[in-house]
Each structure stands twice: as C-alpha cells, then as structure tokens.
C-alpha cells in the first residue's frame, strides 16, 4: 500500500498555469505507475496522464497533449502534473493514484488520494 496526498490546485484564470503535486509514502513508490486522473460534477472520473516507474514512459489524454506535462521525482516520493495553456473545461478535482500494473482506467489503480480542486475562469 502507498498513501498518496495532492497538493498545488487552485483558482486561475483561462491561459494560466498550475503545478500539481502528489506526494507518496511508503518505501515501495518506486514501483509504482502514477496517474492523474480528474472528475468534474456529475462526470464520470477520467484518465488524465500516467508515468511508469521510472519516469521513462509518459501517457496522455489527447484533451491534454502538449499543455500538460507529468513528471516523478522519486528522491522525494513525488510526482507532478504541470499544467499550462488551462481552459475552462478543465476544471475538475484532479485525483493521484498508484497501480503496480498501470493503465488509463480507473479500475487498474488501486491507491488513491484525496484530490485537489482545479477551477479555470473564463
């Protein structure tokens, strides 16, 4: 089991930039595929890019290619969504989760964070 905890969401306005971060207990991280994944109200929750254990592999939904990046750190349990270009409809809580297997779904991911509320302004 690992504990995953987000952090970095916020308010901005359309064009603008956030950095999320999950932060990860357990000595076992390295392991682990992350991924990002994000509900907004009355929506199903949705993959949003995965990383593989050691950051050399890099999965995105087209939604999202080529303004956000995601990127691990594992010398401090750490892995990061870098948002750029955000438009509206990218408001959502953005969730982390940890799977040995990896994937875009849901159900392939057995650790999950709390989330954190991303809100973009028109």
């Known amino acids: 089991q690992v504990q995953l905890v987000e952090s970095g969401g916020g308010l901005v306005q359309a064009g603008g930039s956030l950095r999320l971060s999950c932060a990860a207990s357990g000595r076992t991280f390295l392991s682990y595929t992350v991924g990002w994944f994000r509900q907004a109200p009355g929506e199903e929750r949705e993959f949003v890019a995965a990383i593989n254990w050691s950051g050399g592999s890099t999965t995105y939904q087209d939604s999202v290619k080529g303004r956000f990046s995601i990127s691990r750190d594992n010398a401090k349990n750490t892995v990061y969504l870098q948002m750029n270009s955000l438009k509206p409809e990218d408001t959502a809580v953005y969730y982390c989760?940890?799977?040995?297997?990896?994937?875009?779904?849901?159900?392939?991911?057995?650790?999950w964070g709390q989330g954190t509320q991303v809100t973009v302004s028109s």
């Open positions: 989760a940890a799977s040995y297997r990896g994937g875009n779904f849901v159900y392939e991911y057995d650790n």
